[in-house]
């Protein structure tokens, strides 16, 4: 980092670079987006990774946005010239997490990894794995088939798997929406 030094001694960053570091501030219950924005006004730059949730509601499906850390988002702080300890009262924020005195940062690598899995909407794309292996059991939680046991076979693409169901005493292959499926 290049410094401008006078008779009088250090001027300033003549590179222009600001020696900021993430930090981690644990918010109230429910409370990211309204922390985030208090922060933000307050001139912090803050990142709160959030994804599309499926939420199943009235027998309905459809996707919502999460935190993907519920309670947590990071912000970005130079400890030397900000006034950090602002955000400890902060609406929304309950604490920034530290080690003593000091707050702990966060490797830039892991935002930067989260940044990266981001979508064009801003949402971090998540590992889509199936929860169960072939010939796990499971019920079915809702729709036609609730309560039915059955044996887990393979996803079978767009959030749907197939599954094998004892009924009227013989396997039949079923395909369900993942949501609808619980081990048992």
């Not at 401008?4 to 644990?26: D, F, H, L, M, R």
């Not at 920034?96 to 909407?121: C, M, Q, S, T, W």
């Not at 094998?164 to 609808?180: H, S, T």
Request: aromatic letters at 8%; proline letters at 4%.
């Amino acid at each position: 980092m290049a410094k401008v030094v006078s008779e009088v001694g250090v001027i300033g960053n003549v590179s222009g670079i600001t020696p900021t570091k993430w930090y981690v501030a644990q918010t109230h219950i429910h409370a990211e987006v309204k922390a985030s924005q208090h922060l933000g006004r307050q001139g912090f730059e803050v990142y709160l990774p959030r994804y599309l949730k499926a939420r199943r509601h009235a027998r309905r499906l459809d996707s919502v946005a999460a935190p993907l850390f519920p309670r947590y988002l990071f912000v970005s702080i130079d400890l030397a010239t900000q006034r950090w300890y602002s955000i400890q009262s902060t609406i929304g924020v309950a604490k920034l997490i530290r080690h003593g005195d000091l707050p702990v940062a966060v490797p830039n690598a892991i935002i930067e990894g989260l940044k990266y899995r981001e979508d064009a909407n801003g949402f971090v794309r998540l590992e889509r794995r199936p929860r169960f292996a072939p010939g796990d059991k499971i019920r079915v939680s809702d729709g036609a088939f609730c309560d039915c046991l059955g044996l887990y076979e393979a996803i079978n693409g767009n959030d749907r798997s197939a599954i094998l169901l004892d009924l009227l005493g013989r396997k039949v292959r079923v395909v369900l929406d993942n949501a609808l499926i619980d081990a048992a």
